[in-house]
């Protein structure tokens, strides 16, 4: 079993014991485990920090159009996917809003681990998703407004402070770190997987526990609405890229970071601004399933990718 098959597996059952046995997942003793996910996302940024060279930033930053189609593909037509979804659906008001929250919000962190196990390309997975997080205090309340007709305030500094430290500083660290590991790669090799792995599957269960009574309560018809929205992000972005003349590489990146959301922004605004657990469950579905189907698309976009080398060698 390849590392991106054991990563799903680990994820289900992970998302599985937080939802029969979520206490564990919730508190040790006093202390609320919540707290623990930013400092686990970090962990992993920086540990994606460590497979990005300058050398590959500076690719990415001389291909300004590779990053503009990435993100159009992101905030143009995932939002509209959304709201086909939504209406062909004949979803309920507030729930429909929540599914379109979930396609206007930014690109989510797990993109980039998603782009770690599928071969991609990380310095472009991190330009794009630290670029489409930047933008979001204004491409999000404006894509609600025409779209929904509901404003979604979302704080500029606030939301750039936390990018800066959940994502750029981590990132930054590992890229300086890069350096020491050349010295050390097989072992990189071997453990910095693990380590991305494990702390994923402890995020994921954090969040599946404390959503739990809202993932029990749902119908299944959001779990569908959810998982065609995502399959078709991983669509739109693979075939866009390839149609924009992109190798293999940078085509899988662009699939993860379009079919993966930032489905905790969008949980955060369902509660904060619409003030709706209702529109909050497309979030939470969202990311239950982005986190089972993403590993494995990245186990089969790497297969297929070392099969066409394989091929013209």
Known sequence: MGTSWAFSVALLATAGLALWWPEPFLRWGEFRLKGLVVPLLQLIMFVMGTRVSLRGLREVLVRPGVIGLGLGLQYLVMPLVAVGLATGFGLAPEVATGVLLVGAVCAGNSSNVMT?????????????TTLSTLLAPLVTPTLM?????????VEFGAMAGSIARIVVMPVVGG??????????????????????????????????????????????????????????G??????????????????????????????????????????????ALASVVFGTIQNATGPLLASYLKRTAAKSRNCMD
């Open 116 to 128: 770690f196990f599928a071969g991609g390309n990380m310095a472009l997975s991190v330009a794009m």
């Open 145 to 153: 407004r025409l779209l929904a007709g509901k404003e979604v305030p």
């Open 175 to 232: 890229l300086l770190f890069e350096r020491v590991l050349r010295r050390r790669q097989a072992m990189a090799d071997r453990w910095l997987p693990r380590v991305v792995i494990t702390a994923t599957c402890f995020v994921n269960g954090i969040i599946t526990a404390n959503s739990r009574e809202a993932l029990l309560s749902m119908g299944g018809t959001l779990v569908v609405v959810e998982l065609l929205h995502n399959g078709l």
């Open 234 to 279: 991983y669509l739109v972005g693979y075939a866009g890229a390839r149609g924009g003349g992109l190798d293999r590489r940078d085509a899988a990146t662009m699939a993860m970071q379009v079919g993966i959301r930032n489905g905790g922004l969008a949980t955060g605004l369902a509660y904060d601004v619409l003030k709706s657990s209702n529109a």
